[in-house]
């Protein structure tokens, strides 16, 4: 999913032009984060349990292709079926075909971030097939024309009032009606028929079980069950990563999930699919789209842990005074800029240079992963491959000519003073992005180097 | 090659060498309280528990308490005087699309969530607990488990081919993070917990 060609910088600048709300959406998410501290400390023995999460999710990655094997021999001998995609557009054909095979026009879809990854939507639309998006953030930006701008809160970038208007434009509810009560109830009475119409459902999958073949699917609206238990055929989309070994390891992981992304003690329901319902049927997609790929990166394989739990976004201070959509891909955030560049380098270069590298998205992940540290290895890799922007390289190698030569430091640092000092229009302009939402310090007389010359000549030489 | 097996090939040369298989130990052995810390969490996240002592309380609160609208239905034979008995997989579910009142029971719950676990075995159809406008639950107390891993040790020892923990009404906070109570399933989980 790319839908512009502006890099992150550009988009978040779009995003600042209306401060309060900035303020608003930065305020938002740090209460979500503060939920997930509450939650957090309110259990014993937390850390341990990230540690075994981590340890988990390792013992995953180095026997995926065997846990793969297993999980796919338990779930077909539970009767459901099993499809493997190599790609985005082998998945989207897959589900095509099975829809098309079966004469479904229309379907239900409760969360999937997998499905953003592959665009699904848009390429089941294109082929005469209609999909409502059941989850209720999910559906407020589907009536917009939008994406999810966060892989948990999808419309968290939008005002009550604006959810309002779209009611009223789409749904015939009086104008000016911002209630978020009344707005949850009438999509729960407009989705219900729907729900009730539908033949084919698809979900996406939390957790799949290696030792059992079952699949786990949470969510807090009941919409993944609602589609599911109602339809004739229900569709699950999974990344290989999403197996874990056995199902007490789900204890550990349904433990964290929730309570990382929004400080509740679970998720209302979690659902466990192990076998269909009696006269339906169900498909289990198995999709790598570059994951493998990313198994075989040494410093980035750790990404293929996440849970998908969001607690990187909510406690990134760039992600939450930019906004999701100015990550330009399915998944924002840290992770998203993690995950971002091994699909596409070229394409998302700009995103491991989105953060401040100060490291809180890898001291909230549930499942230990070296986000920051990942995010500054990418730079070099995206610099060293030739991708970084042009004005970057260029500021870049200035930097290290002034700094590999005393003298070329001393002479630069001098002009820097003299310019500011009677030229101060030179630096304090819109185009040095410093000066952006700062002033810049006043000038000191002269340099560090300078003031020690003359200051140590006046102190005994041997203290 | 088929999709498949060049995924899985990809898969086993890029893996890395070996991780332990790993061990841990999250038994929560000390929690005494487990009836108290059920009740608090689940009323903190929407719920409402009722102590009970007998099947008649129960009959006599859906009686006062469940006049929302006219169709309560049931999985438990104790309470066919007050509730339409449903009987396994008799119905499309889609002809459950009326219950305005579910009350179904449960072998299992965690204190530190707040979550029933119901299986499928118990339920006329799985869409059940979701399409009902209101749940109403019966646990025993002596059902209740201290952490998901203590529940997990239960779950471990039975099969079945649907299961979900359920953890109070559900839930949107989507719309500028104000919780709204009944998203897609119910409005409003009870549980009648017999002491």
């Known amino acids: 999913m790319k839908t512009t060609d502006k890099d992150h910088a550009a988009l978040a600048n779009e995003f600042n032009k209306d401060a309060p709300r900035v303020d608003w959406h930065d305020e938002t998410l740090w209460w979500v984060r503060q939920k997930r501290d509450n939650a957090v400390k309110k259990i014993p023995g937390w850390e341990e349990l990230r540690e075994a999460g981590s340890q988990i999710k390792n013992n995953v990655l180095a026997n995926l292709s065997g846990y793969l094997k297993q999980f796919e021999a338990n779930a077909q001998a539970n009767g459901v079926h099993v499809h493997w995609a190599i790609d985005a557009k082998e998945h989207n054909e897959i589900v095509l075909e099975l829809l098309q095979s079966n004469g479904v026009k229309k379907i239900v879809k409760s969360k999937s971030m997998l499905t953003e990854e592959c665009n699904l939507n848009e390429y089941l639309n294109l082929n005469g097939v209609d999909v409502i998006d059941t989850d209720l953030g999910e559906f407020i930006v589907q009536l917009a024309n939008e994406h999810p701008s966060h892989i948990v809160l999808p419309c968290i970038h939008k005002k009550k009032e604006e959810i309002g208007e779209l009611f009223h434009q789409h749904l015939g509810t009086p104008a000016g009606n911002a209630d978020p009560v009344f707005l949850t109830e009438t999509a729960r009475r407009h989705l219900r028929e729907t729900f009730l119409t539908r033949k084919a459902a698809l979900t996406g999958v939390n957790f799949a079980v290696a030792e059992t073949g079952e699949f786990v699917v949470c969510t807090n609206e009941g919409n993944a069950d609602m589609g599911a238990h109602l339809a004739d055929i229900h569709i699950a989309s999974m990344g290989i990563e999403k197996i874990i070994p056995k199902r007490k390891h789900l204890g550990v992981f349904l433990r964290v999930l929730a309570r990382s992304a929004t400080g509740q003690p679970v998720t209302t329901y979690s659902s466990h699919f192990k076998t269909p319902r009696p006269g339906a049927s169900t498909h289990i997609v198995i999709v790598d789209n570059g994951r493998s790929k990313q198994l075989g990166r040494e410093d980035f394989r750790n990404s293929l842990k996440c849970i998908r739990c969001g607690a990187c976004m909510n406690t990134c201070p760039v992600y939450r005074r930019s906004g999701g959509h100015s990550y330009n891909n399915a998944i924002a955030g840290p992770i998203g800029s993690i995950l971002a560049p091994n699909l596409d380098m070229k394409k998302h270069a700009d995103l491991p240079f989105a953060s401040t590298l100060c490291g809180s998205c890898t001291n909230v992940c549930p499942v230990k992963i070296d986000i920051h540290d990942q995010l500054y290895k990418w730079r070099q890799v995206i610099v060293k491959s030739g991708h970084a922007p042009v004005a970057k390289k260029a500021a870049m190698g200035a930097m290290t000519r002034v700094l590999s030569s005393p003298v070329s430091y001393k002479v630069a640092g001098k002009l820097g003073r003299l310019m500011m000092k009677r030229a101060p229009f030179a630096v304090n302009n819109q185009f040095n992005p410093w000066y952006k939402q700062r002033e810049l310090p006043v000038v000191p007389e002269n340099s560090f180097g300078e003031w020690y010359k003359k200051n140590r000549n006046n102190k005994p030489k041997d203290i | ?195």
């Open chain 2, 1 to 195: 090659m088929s999709s498949r097996n060049k995924i899985l090939t990809a898969v086993a040369e890029n893996q890395p060498r070996t991780a332990p298989f790993p061990e841990f130990e999250f038994l929560d052995a000390e929690c005494i309280y487990l009836s108290e810390t059920f009740i608090n969490v689940l009323t903190g996240i929407g719920g409402t528990v009722i102590p009970v002592e007998t099947m008649i309380e129960i009959q006599n609160y859906i009686l006062q308490n469940f006049n929302q609208g006219p169709r309560t239905v049931t999985n438990i034979p104790a309470l066919n005087n007050v509730a339409e008995l449903m009987h396994q997989s008799s119905t499309s579910p889609h002809a459950l699309s009326d219950v305005d009142y579910a009350v179904i029971d449960t072998r299992l719950a965690v204190a530190e969530n707040g979550a029933v676990w119901v299986t499928e075995k118990g339920l006329s159809d799985r869409a059940l607990p979701f399409i009902c406008q209101h749940l109403a639950v019966v646990l025993n107390a002596g059902d209740i488990v201290s952490n998901m891993h203590a529940a997990y040790e239960v779950i471990n020892a039975d099969d079945y081919g649907y299961g979900t923990f359920i953890a109070g009404p559900s839930k949107t906070a989507d719309i500028e993070q104000s919780l709204v109570l009944g998203a897609h399933g119910p409005k409003s989980m009870t549980v009648f917990l017999m002491m």
